[in-house]
């Protein structure tokens, strides 16, 4: 783990180097540093070895639910990697991604599995910020950006069995509903699967080109889900 020392000597040092002005940003590094080290890394050896997470497969009715149940420590650290700005800085105070990055690379010496979700939520709120209509980014980016420690997380949803790492094999279809889609089609691999967003890789059968593909904004909660397309070239 990055210890005060290297950090001093090589990580701020190879920061600042790359973004002008970055030197600001040292103190705040250091303390998130300082609160992954202690409080993180003992949050992950206790869930790994007395409180992992458990799958919820029924609830009491006998409905499945396939709810991911996971130990109010972890919960709660979770929340304050978001209030602490990891995802939120560069959107709402003009910090550098790399300040994001450079947190990042931090906590995931501590603690993988609460880094993986920030990745995920971060590429969610690039596609929010940089290529989702007006409508959808003004609606969602704010409840991902936020800092309150009431964030809602995203996930990609792309891996399929056949074609693993290459996006440009999904066979998944989204199908005109309404003003929406459905999709059909078989993601082996959902990611942050408690987000309340996510971003799925699917082809429009309303367009002719069979290498065309699409992101669909699906959000967690059907009523309220409003999907969208962005034209990809596969």
């Not at 700005?85 to 993988?112: E, N, V």
């Not at 599995?113 to 980016?141: I, K």
């Amino acid at each position: 783990m990055t210890t005060s020392r290297s950090y001093d000597r090589f990580l701020a040092p190879r920061l600042e180097a790359r973004v002008p002005g970055f030197g600001r940003y040292r103190a705040d590094l250091a303390d998130f540093r300082t609160w992954v080290r202690t409080e993180v890394d003992a949050q992950a050896n206790a869930t790994d070895r007395d409180a992992p997470p458990r799958l919820e497969t029924y609830d009491r009715e006998g409905q499945v639910v396939n709810r991911v149940i996971l130990n109010p420590c972890y919960e709660a650290q979770h929340r304050e990697v978001y209030r602490r700005g990891i995802i939120g800085r560069p959107y709402l105070g003009g910090a550098p991604h790399l300040l994001s990055f450079g947190m990042g690379y931090l906590l995931s010496q501590a603690d993988i599995s609460l880094h993986c979700p920030v990745t995920l939520t971060g590429a969610v709120a690039y596609v929010l910020g940089h290529h989702a209509p007006a409508s959808l980014r003004e609606r969602y980016l704010p409840n991902v950006t936020r800092m309150d420690g009431h964030a809602r997380t995203g996930g990609t949803w792309a891996t399929e069995l056949h074609g693993g790492s290459d996006v440009g094999a999904t066979t998944t279809e989204a199908r005109p509903l309404g003003t929406q889609y459905a999709l059909h089609g078989l993601k082996w691999f959902t990611s942050n699967a408690n987000s309340g967003l996510a971003v799925a890789t699917a082809r429009p059968v309303r367009l002719p080109a069979r290498r065309v593909w699409a992101c669909i904004w699906c959000p967690a909660t059907w009523k309220k889900a409003r999907s969208t397309t962005t034209g990809c070239a596969a």
